[in-house]
């Protein structure tokens, strides 16, 4: 064998293992990269020195979640069974006298502790139709109770309940009277099952008036939040950055049931005065003026004489109530009550509501130009005192020729004695029809109606009404006085077209 060959073979043979030396060497140190390597997370803050303010208020929120949520309490609520149920979307299908049974039902909502022995405040339609030993309480530390009714307000959608405990955690009451829009507030209850939720937002409005009962006598005088508010939190607290309470939940305005950012609380300063009489009697006696009323808007002020749309206007005074006595009119407009300005009805409903009867309040009242004071002795509601409802069947009066005033949308006939009869008037026109969208459309009024007056003019026939009507320019204001198949006075201010 020649050298030649030998060398190459040697060379090769060298290359060789110094490769596998390197594979080898860099295998063993990427395992030992896998094995060894550890990440070291970055835990030091961004943000050195944050915002003491936005710190402070981040301290607060913990700090009133942890004082206030031991307070609120979760609500159970298992109703009684309902037989003979009747529900008008089955006449469809089953007729008129279709009825069936509901089994009992359950619900939940919340409860905020006012006393160290077991007194809860929370909403009316938390607790309504509940049965016997039906409610049940749940504190933050999970122990459970039965729960006495003691007594309810629909006026103002307030319960109270009573559990037999005590050293109980007591919520801190504030003042509603001092809140303001803008200020951050916490919604703590039970929403969606999901016990002890804390949300926070801010007071987006005052004095809101919502009407959820349906009752004209009820207070509609709610704290609107954007709070995240859900079913469930009905009755929980909602507190400022003290962790006071300023309002019980009670409802959110929603078109799918769940939250799209509008909450509604009601005041606790109506609260706990209701709950107080509640726990001292288990009712309420609340006095009454016996009046129909609304809020005073542009067209209605421009009518009557107002220099600019204030106060509450009287639609309607009820016979033998409190305002008639006192001498009240339809069309006059209540500027105070007690020296306290108001200028929505709902203001009116609330200073009144907090009153009894036989307390007298104090009213400016403005009336055909002038301002005078009226004392009024308030009474208990009484049915008797209500309009009542007439469901006569309308005749159309087709007999007569009807005037149609194209410009602002409605036409009228004479009446006869049927309507008179019917509507208990001696006087008026009836509204045979009204267009839709027009300006009568759209400030009130509708077919059906009577109207007795027109501009404090009382009106015998159509050509009184189309003579009060032919004297006034575009822009002129027509206010009607009408009753309405009900027999409820309404005033209806039209702007000429």
Same mark, same amino acid.
């Given at each position: 064998?020649?050298?030649?060959?030998?060398?190459a073979?040697?060379?090769?043979?060298?290359?060789?293992?110094?490769?596998s030396?390197?594979?080898?060497?860099?295998?063993?140190?990427?395992?030992?990269?896998?094995?060894?390597?550890?990440?070291?997370?970055?835990?030091?803050?961004?943000?050195?020195?944050?915002?003491?303010?936005?710190?402070?208020?981040?301290?607060?929120?913990?700090?009133?979640?942890?004082?206030?949520?031991?307070?609120?309490?979760?609500?159970?609520?298992?109703?009684?069974?309902?037989?003979?149920?009747?529900?008008?979307?089955?006449?469809?299908?089953?007729?008129?006298?279709?009825?069936?049974?509901?089994?009992?039902?359950?619900?939940s909502?919340?409860?905020?502790?006012?006393?160290?022995?077991?007194?809860?405040?929370?909403?009316?339609?938390?607790?309504?139709?509940?049965?016997?030993?039906?409610?049940k309480?749940?504190?933050?530390?999970?122990?459970?109770?039965?729960?006495?009714?003691?007594?309810?307000?629909?006026?103002?959608?307030?319960?109270?309940?009573?559990?037999?405990?005590?050293?109980?955690?007591?919520?801190s009451i504030?003042?509603?009277?001092?809140?303001?829009?803008?200020?951050?507030?916490?919604?703590?209850?039970?929403?969606?099952?999901?016990?002890?939720?804390?949300?926070?937002?801010?007071?987006?409005?005052?004095?809101?008036?919502?009407?959820i009962?349906?009752?004209s006598?009820?207070?509609?005088?709610?704290?609107?939040?954007?709070?995240?508010?859900?079913?469930?939190?009905?009755?929980?607290?909602?507190?400022?950055?003290?962790?006071?309470?300023?309002?019980?939940n009670?409802?959110?305005?929603?078109?799918n049931?769940?939250?799209?950012?509008?909450?509604?609380?009601?005041?606790?300063?109506?609260?706990?005065?209701?709950?107080?009489?509640?726990?001292?009697?288990?009712?309420?006696?609340?006095?009454?003026?016996?009046?129909q009323?609304?809020?005073?808007?542009?067209?209605?002020?421009?009518?009557?004489?107002?220099?600019?749309?204030? !106060? $509450?206007? @009287?639609?309607? *005074?009820?016979?033998?109530?409190?305002?008639d006595?006192? %001498? =009240?009119?339809? +069309?006059? &407009?209540?500027?105070?009550?007690?020296?306290?300005?108001?200028?929505?009805?709902?203001e009116?409903?609330?200073i009144?509501g907090?009153?009894?009867?036989?307390?007298?309040?104090?009213?400016?009242?403005?009336?055909?130009?002038?301002?005078?004071?009226?004392?009024?002795?308030?009474?208990?509601?009484?049915?008797?005192?209500s309009?009542?409802?007439?469901?006569?069947k309308?005749?159309?009066?087709?007999?007569?020729?009807?005037k149609?005033?194209?410009?602002?949308?409605?036409?009228?006939?004479?009446?006869?004695?049927?309507?008179?009869r019917?509507?208990?008037?001696?006087? !008026? $026109?009836? @509204?045979?029809? *009204?267009?839709?969208?027009?300006?009568?459309?759209?400030? %009130? =009024?509708?077919? +059906?109606? &009577?109207i007795?007056?027109?501009?404090?003019?009382?009106?015998?026939?159509?050509?009184?009404?189309?003579?009060?009507?032919?004297?006034?320019?575009?822009?002129?204001?027509?206010?009607?006085?009408?009753?309405?198949?009900?027999?409820?006075i309404?005033?209806?201010?039209?702007?000429?077209?």
């Open positions: 064998m020649t050298k030649k060959p030998l060398i073979g040697g060379t090769l043979l060298l290359i060789a293992l110094v490769f030396a390197v594979l080898i060497a860099n295998f063993s140190n990427l395992k030992t990269l896998v094995a060894g390597s550890q990440i070291e997370f970055k835990t030091q803050p961004p943000v050195q020195n944050s915002n003491t303010s936005l710190k402070g208020l981040n301290d607060a929120f913990v700090e009133i979640a942890k004082a206030v949520t031991p307070s609120v309490v979760y609500i159970e609520v298992t109703t009684e069974a309902k037989s003979n149920f009747h529900d008008k979307d089955f006449e469809f299908f089953f007729g008129p006298d279709f009825k069936f049974d509901l089994p009992p039902q359950q619900g909502g919340s409860g905020v502790i006012i006393s160290s022995d077991g007194y809860i405040i929370t909403n009316n339609h938390v607790v309504k139709d509940a049965k016997e030993n039906g409610i309480v749940v504190l933050m530390d999970k122990r459970e109770f039965k729960a006495k009714l003691i007594g309810t307000d629909p006026n103002t959608d307030i319960a109270v309940i009573k559990i037999d405990a005590s050293d109980l955690s007591v919520a504030g003042n509603s009277d001092d809140l303001h829009v803008g200020q951050w507030v916490l919604a703590i209850g039970n929403p969606l099952g999901l016990n002890n939720t804390v949300t926070a937002g801010i007071i987006s409005a005052l004095g809101r008036n919502i009407n009962s349906g009752d006598y009820s207070i509609n005088n709610f704290i609107q939040t954007d709070a995240v508010i859900n079913p469930g939190n009905s009755g929980g607290a909602l507190v400022d950055i003290n962790g006071m309470v300023i309002g019980i009670a409802a959110i305005k929603t078109t049931g769940f939250y799209q950012g509008y909450g509604f609380a009601i005041p606790i300063n109506i609260a706990k005065n209701v709950a107080a009489e509640l726990i001292k009697s288990g009712k309420i006696e609340r006095g009454y003026i016996g009046i009323i609304k809020d005073v808007d542009t067209k209605e002020a421009k009518g009557l004489g107002l220099d600019k749309p204030k !106060g $509450v206007l @009287v639609q309607n *005074v009820i016979k033998g109530g409190a305002g006595e006192a %001498g =009240l009119q339809s +069309g006059d &407009v209540i500027l105070s009550v007690d020296g306290k300005e108001v200028n929505a009805a709902n009116l409903q609330t009144v907090s009153k009894h009867p036989g307390d007298e309040v104090k009213l400016l009242i403005y009336r055909d130009g002038k301002t005078f004071e009226k004392v009024v002795k308030l009474k208990p509601r009484s049915d008797s005192q309009s009542s409802l007439n469901n006569e309308r005749k159309d009066n087709t007999e007569f020729k009807a149609t005033f194209e410009k602002i949308g409605f036409s009228v006939v004479d009446i006869n004695d049927e309507i008179k019917n509507y208990d008037v001696s006087n !008026g $026109v009836y @509204v045979k029809d *009204v267009a839709n969208f027009s300006e009568a459309f759209t400030r %009130g =009024l509708r077919a +059906g109606y &009577v007795i007056e027109a501009d404090k003019k009382k009106i015998e026939s159509v050509s009184d009404l189309e003579s009060i009507i032919s004297k006034k320019d575009k822009g002129d204001i027509l206010v009607v006085k009408a009753v309405t198949p009900s027999k409820e309404r005033l209806i201010a039209i702007e000429i077209q």
